[in-house]
């Protein structure tokens, strides 16, 4: 994937795509840490460990956010920086004809 990069440009192109890859498995061990952490406080909701229940759950769902908005802020300097980029394809990119003739 690195070895054909003759450019600056191919080189944010190619970590912008490497990233878009990764994001989505950083989401979803976030998404799975805030449900677990919730599943937790819920069943004890009486224990003496409610206060650090409480507090993964904060923190879990600040890390949720702050990956998505990082994810969110990369995408949008690569389209700011770069608008003729080409396509890049990540598990969110297919092509769907909207008009099928």
Same mark, same amino acid.
């Given at each position: =994937?690195?070895?054909?990069?003759?450019?600056? $440009? &191919?080189?944010?192109? *190619?970590?912008?795509?490497? #990233?878009?890859? #990764?994001?989505?498995?950083? /989401?979803?061990? *976030? +998404?799975?840490?805030? =449900?677990?952490?919730? /599943?937790?406080? /819920?069943?004890? *909701?009486?224990? $003496?460990?409610? $206060?650090?229940?409480?507090?993964? +759950?904060?923190?879990?769902?600040? *890390?949720?956010?702050?990956? /998505?908005? +990082?994810?969110?802020?990369?995408?949008? +300097?690569?389209?700011?920086?770069?608008?003729?980029? @080409?396509?890049?394809?990540?598990?969110?990119?297919?092509?769907?004809?909207?008009? @099928? &003739?």
């Amino acid at each position: =994937m690195f070895s054909d990069i003759s450019s600056f $440009k &191919e080189l944010v192109l *190619a970590i912008i795509g490497t #990233i878009n890859y #990764i994001i989505p498995v950083l /989401v979803s061990f *976030a +998404l799975l840490a805030f =449900m677990i952490t919730g /599943v937790r406080l /819920v069943w004890g *909701a009486g224990g $003496k460990h409610r $206060k650090e229940r409480k507090n993964a +759950l904060l923190w879990s769902l600040v *890390a949720l956010f702050v990956i /998505v908005s +990082l994810w969110g802020l990369v995408n949008l +300097l690569l389209d700011t920086f770069f608008p003729s980029a @080409p396509y890049l394809e990540t598990w969110t990119n297919y092509p769907v004809e909207i008009y @099928p &003739e």
